[in-house]
């Protein structure tokens, strides 16, 4: 367990303290190193970014003690990590990539990229952060900045090349089976109205919904995606606004907004779902309607102690789902397999939720539940359905 909290001018001998076991256990400090100046400095510093109102300087705390360093500032533009240090004793237990996830997510919240500097001869903060997904976008000196944006990372997960092999005509969740009778109960849903589609991808619904009849709209974050929809559709006939489900605005108003597949778990904390619901509010009609494609968590198919489950054993696809329950986070990890030993692995991130979690994100933006089934053509919902359908209508006050 950990917290931060706003440091104080009792806490500037700590940091002086764990910045130099930080730095000590890594090798990095200089053999003429002058550590009584260097403390007066820091001491300096740190006053002066304790009074900075641009500037949160922050205790880290783990089971209740002190044990890192913190330091922040936020501007209209960006959010930027300034430093930070955790003691050796409680390193690798996760808790520099619970900060720094918390800091993404309040960038994406934000709409800002999350930007930091590394150290050239410090690799195991570079390993970190390339796994968070940052990337380098210039130099600063001895240092190298990186930087982290939700539409970057959207981008490298739904890339060209996967967007380029994710249509399957007339197979999987692109069979007539499948489009058929979603396209008709969205349509019965926008009741002669307009639709608009989160998270819109290569228009695998919106293309046969606006056949249909039904004016479609759509926000998308994948600018990948978005290429391969106009392949098939063009900004005229299906108009979408590049951005954020959670918070793009789409011009107009809709009788019917709409997620399907499992998509707004891709949302990776409950703040951002939470306002997915209420950017849903903002683009109905009093009385519209947010309709919710998305599967039940299968914790029941989780042993103690197994943190994976196998979803899918196909002849040439194998998907393994490992999960965070303390988090609710899961990975799915989709392995295609070719001739021989050939093999190929992608990787997706979710934020599972139950029902009843979904059920109360609605009302806290104004929604009410208004049926639920198990699939596309009203199959009743029960303790066994692997997924729902669920519609929540707006307030018409």
Request: hydrophobic share 40%; charged share 25%; with cysteine.
């Amino acid at each position: 367990m950990h917290r931060i909290r706003l440091a104080t001018d009792a806490d500037i001998i700590f940091l002086a303290d764990v910045t130099l076991a930080a730095t000590g256990a890594q090798g990095r400090l200089p053999a003429d190193f002058d550590e009584a100046a260097w403390r007066a400095r820091f001491a300096e510093w740190s006053r002066e970014s304790i009074e900075d109102p641009a500037t949160e300087l922050y205790v880290v705390e783990v089971d209740g003690r002190r044990a890192g360093r913190l330091r922040v500032s936020r501007t209209p533009e960006f959010v930027e990590v300034n430093g930070i240090q955790l003691h050796p004793d409680v390193q690798n237990r996760g808790v520099g990539t619970a900060i720094l996830t918390a800091l993404q997510s309040e960038a994406a919240r934000s709409g800002v990229p999350l930007k930091l500097n590394v150290e050239r001869d410090n690799p195991d903060a570079r390993r970190l952060y390339e796994r968070l997904g940052f990337t380098k976008t210039g130099e600063d000196k001895g240092e190298d900045v990186l930087q982290w944006s939700k539409a970057a990372e959207q981008n490298r997960l739904w890339n060209a090349d996967v967007a380029e092999r994710y249509d399957t005509p007339g197979d999987g969740m692109f069979s007539a089976d499948v489009l058929g009778p979603t396209v008709e109960r969205l349509a019965e849903l926008a009741d002669g109205g307009r639709a608009l589609e989160f998270a819109i991808g290569t228009g695998r619904v919106a293309v046969p919904l606006s056949e249909y009849g039904v004016p479609v709209s759509g926000i998308e974050l994948s600018d990948a995606m978005l290429q391969q929809l106009r392949k098939k559709a063009d900004a005229e006939t299906i108009p979408v606004v590049a951005g954020d489900m959670a918070t793009a605005r789409a011009p107009g108003e809709f009788t019917l907004v709409y997620l399907v597949f499992n998509t707004i778990s891709n949302l990776l904390t409950q703040e951002e779902q939470v306002e997915c619901f209420r950017n849903a509010a903002r683009h109905l009609t009093p009385g519209g309607r947010f309709v919710i494609e998305l599967w039940v968590p299968e914790l029941r198919r989780l042993p103690p102690g197994v943190p994976a489950t196998v979803g899918v054993a196909d002849p040439g696809y194998i998907l393994l789902d490992t999960y965070d329950v303390l988090k609710q986070h899961v990975v799915s990890h989709h392995f295609h397999f070719g001739e021989g030993t050939e093999a190929r692995l992608g990787r997706t991130p979710h934020r599972y939720i139950w029902p009843a979690e979904l059920d109360l994100m609605a009302q806290l933006a104004g929604f009410t539940l208004e049926s639920r089934h198990a699939d596309w053509t009203n199959t009743e919902f029960t303790a066994d359905s692997p997924s729902h359908v669920s519609v929540y209508r707006l307030s018409t006050a």
